[in-house]
């Protein structure tokens, strides 16, 4: 087997998507009650943080960071590239962005990792917890290490992800991300918490003064709706911006319902987009356009864009109506009419109201702390004499 190479490598300091444009360094929290030991996993097949479009391996790379702050010893297992405050293990030699969901290469990846944390443990300086954010491999086989495994749900719960979960999910101690999804957990599931996708509000520049564009931003396919959100902005009459990739199996999708509504005027896909464009995209536009037609778990997009003081009109499905507080930071719709009617109402939206709504609820060290707290839980109940 080979081995996992160690470093420890600060965050980017510039031009990665997300990291690194914070104006001071964050202040010091107090030290937690106990320092943990925690083994992170990442998933395999992009780094963390991801240069390009990568929801979980951002929200991995925040919390990382939290937790290194916050004093705790984490060590992250993840893709090569990867950069990090915490102890850093590159896992495979390299990453599979064109394989994702593989599973060879999640169970390579995973193997290796329950392989190291073993041998911690053999050699005295073991984890107190892994904290898995990988598919499902370390779920499955969660009780066959001698480490509890806390796992984040990333997913919805789909048929097939609702059985896989009946099955193995109370192998770990399973963290939900929104109240929707726990809502939607199988019956019996024990779900340990609920913890929200973090947002570093330093990095995302507020911009009370509007462009006049709307946005959309995701992998464009069809429960994500970016062809709702042309047909909205047309109904609208105002340009829109689609950014985000094409990912494979969603090339007849987008030939069929996105590009032969492309022009360079009134619709307009930039691809994907990371680092300044991007933000500078969030933060100039009027509103960002969330028209899903599926239970999307969080939602990454529209906490960036409230962040940026941009209000988000969205369908009410999944955690949209946790995240958008009609009238104060954006507007629920029904249909694409509706989401057009609501543009013309933006006006009476405050910039300045988006971004607190998210500030408070979403802050990377509120975040960590609520991990921390699920953490303690867990440690202390296994320290409990039997
Ligand atoms: N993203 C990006 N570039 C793109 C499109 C998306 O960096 O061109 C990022 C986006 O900013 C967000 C993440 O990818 O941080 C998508 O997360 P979200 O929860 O919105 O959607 P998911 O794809 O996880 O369902």
Redesign the pocket.
Known sequence: MGTIGTSRVPPRPEGG??VGTAVQPPPKPDPPARKLKIAMLAPPWVPTP?T?????E?VVSFLSEALVRRRHDVTLFAAPESRSSAILREVLPQGHPDEMERSLHEADHVGRVFDEVDRAAAEGRGFDLIHDHCGYTAVAMANRIDVPVVHTL??PFTGDTAAFYSQHGGKAHLVAISDTQRAAAPAGTRIAGVVP?PIDLDEWPYQPDKGDYLLW???LNDA?GPHRAIAAARAAGTPLVL???VQPGEQEYFDREVAPHLDDDRVRY?????GDR?RRL?AEARALLMPIRWD???????V?ALACGTPVIAFPRGAAPEIVRPGENGCLVEDEDEMAEAVATLGKIDPAACRSSVAERFGVDRVAAGYEEIYGAIVDRRDRPA
């Open positions: 998507v997300e991801p390009g479009y990568g929801g979980i951002l990333h997913g996708n931003v995701g992998r994500k950014a985000g990739p930039v691809g994907e987009v990371g991007k969030f999307e778990p969080f939602g990454m997009v529209m960036e």
